[in-house]
């Protein structure tokens, strides 16, 4: 744990989370009022302009959270903590939305999911026990050697969207596959050892945004929480309008 902490980090993330809020809830009222039959359509959501935008917020988080690794008491576990939430937001998405008639939503690989495995394979990868990055690697091989030879399966042509192959049918509300985002984090791991050593200009360590480091410092929790309260949100609206 470091004994002072660079809040530059905590509220650059905490500037990308709102963007990404921001676009949910763009998103999230569409949505919603396709569903009571009064469409609203952003046709800015569609341009060039605002893709770029979004590029911008994702790469930028991405980078922190990879500068961010050479903090982390675990990779692995905040891995494994932050992949917990991906399969959870699958979970509703992808079975109790539909299940109640809500469909359209379903997050089978968005960016939490990638997140979390880009996490879990830097922390395998570079584990200080040998024989783990060692397994790490045979296993994957084996298994992408299990995709390839069962190609035309569901599951395997699913699989491949994992790595940015995109089969034909395969639908995902948020997509963010592991390549080429995935080279975002580990530019932001080979920053790390950089920044945790104050190389970069005296103001990165000093500067402060004060109510936008609170977001960033909880930002697993406000990406985890906002959607559910957005769509709940424009649906009690709509719901009594």
């Not at 109790?96 to 939503?105: K, M």
């Not at 999911?113 to 091989?141: E, N």
């Not at 569901?154 to 963010?176: Q, R």
């Not at 592991?178 to 050593?197: H, I, K, N, Q, S």
């Amino acid at each position: 744990m470091i004994k002072s902490r660079i809040y530059i980090l905590d509220w650059l993330r905490g500037i990308a989370v709102c963007g990404m809020v921001f676009h949910h809830g763009l998103f999230a009222l569409e949505q919603v009022s396709y569903m009571f039959g009064a469409p609203i359509e952003f046709w800015f959501l569609q341009t060039k302009t605002f893709w770029v935008l979004q590029e911008i917020f994702v790469g930028l988080f991405l980078l922190i959270s990879g500068i961010c690794t050479v903090f982390s008491r675990s990779v692995l576990h905040r891995g494994i903590v932050v992949s917990g939430a991906a399969l959870l937001i699958t979970l509703v998405t992808g079975v109790v939305l539909p299940a109640v008639g809500i469909d359209g939503l379903q997050i089978w690989f968005g960016i939490l999911h990638m997140f979390g495995l880009s996490m879990l394979l830097y922390g395998l990868f570079t584990c200080k026990k040998r024989w783990v990055p060692i397994a790490t690697a045979v296993m994957l091989f084996v298994f992408w050697l299990a995709v390839i030879t069962c190609e035309g399966a569901t599951w395997a042509e699913n699989c491949k969207a994992v790595v940015g192959i995109v089969p034909a049918g395969f639908y995902s509300a948020d997509y963010y596959p592991l390549l080429p985002y995935f080279f975002l984090f580990l530019a932001g791991t080979f920053l790390g050892p950089a920044v945790r050593d104050k190389k970069l200009p005296q103001w990165f360590y000093t500067a402060r945004l004060r109510p936008i480091e609170w977001i960033g410092r909880n930002s697993l929790w406000i990406y985890i929480a906002h959607q559910p309260i957005l769509f709940g949100l424009f649906f009690l609206i709509y719901y009594f309008i």
